[in-house]
């Protein structure tokens, strides 16, 4: 169990260090409160919550700090940054608190940014980062929600029982979706694939 930051060596620590693989929570321990008579009062119970990852069960307020320290160290604020500005403009349904820095900082840590399977590759890359998808090719779609043709990545389609399925482009929900074009021709691939689980 890593819970401070003491004996954490930050020196040579990558980002895939601390990739988080799953949530932990530890025991229940019961948190009181100070009255007034100089008695306690149970207030509520509260959990560990931690991430583990390749180097061990990390306290989530650790974590925290060791991401920041080395996206500090790596001089890539400005992705950590904006990948809050994303959060905040595109905030995950039913998170009622504002989470975009630590969605921003999970995103950063797993470098969401650079992997086509991820929801906003290509809307988070070309306002933030454009030259990253030069002379990449991608299929464009529709989904009936919007009704707004939009890009989305090969990665990101699923054919299932013939009917495309994928992202609105627009809201960026779950949903089926036509095909309007596919200049990297994803959709043949997708159909033997369909074919293939099918058999
Ligand atoms: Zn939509």
């Not at 306690?40 to 320290?69: N, S």
């Not at 900082?105 to 988070?124: M, S, T």
Request: with cysteine; proline share 5%; glycine share 8%.
């Amino acid at each position: 169990m890593i819970d401070s930051l003491d004996g954490v060596k930050l020196d040579g620590l990558r980002y895939e260090d601390i990739r988080i693989v799953y949530a932990t929570h530890g025991e229940e321990r019961s948190v009181y409160e100070e009255q007034e008579d100089g008695g306690k009062r149970l207030v509520k119970f509260d959990y560990r919550k931690g991430y583990l990852t390749p180097i061990g069960d990390i306290d989530r307020d650790v974590w925290q700090q060791i991401a920041e320290a080395l996206i500090m160290s790596s001089y890539e604020g400005w992705i950590t940054d904006s990948l809050q500005e994303w959060y905040t403009v595109h905030p995950p349904n039913g998170s009622g608190v504002d989470m975009s820095w630590q969605l921003a900082l999970k995103a950063h840590i797993h470098r969401d940014y650079d992997r086509p399977g991820w929801i906003y590759y290509i809307p988070w890359n070309r306002l933030y980062r454009p030259a990253a998808l030069q002379g990449k090719l991608f299929p464009t779609v529709v989904a009936p929600c919007c009704g707004v043709a939009g890009e989305t990545t090969a990665e990101l389609l699923r054919m299932e029982r013939r009917e495309l399925f994928g992202y609105c482009p627009c809201c960026f929900k779950r949903s089926s979706l036509r095909l309007i074009s596919d200049p990297g021709n994803s959709r043949r691939a997708l159909l033997r694939e369909d074919d293939g689980e099918a058999a």
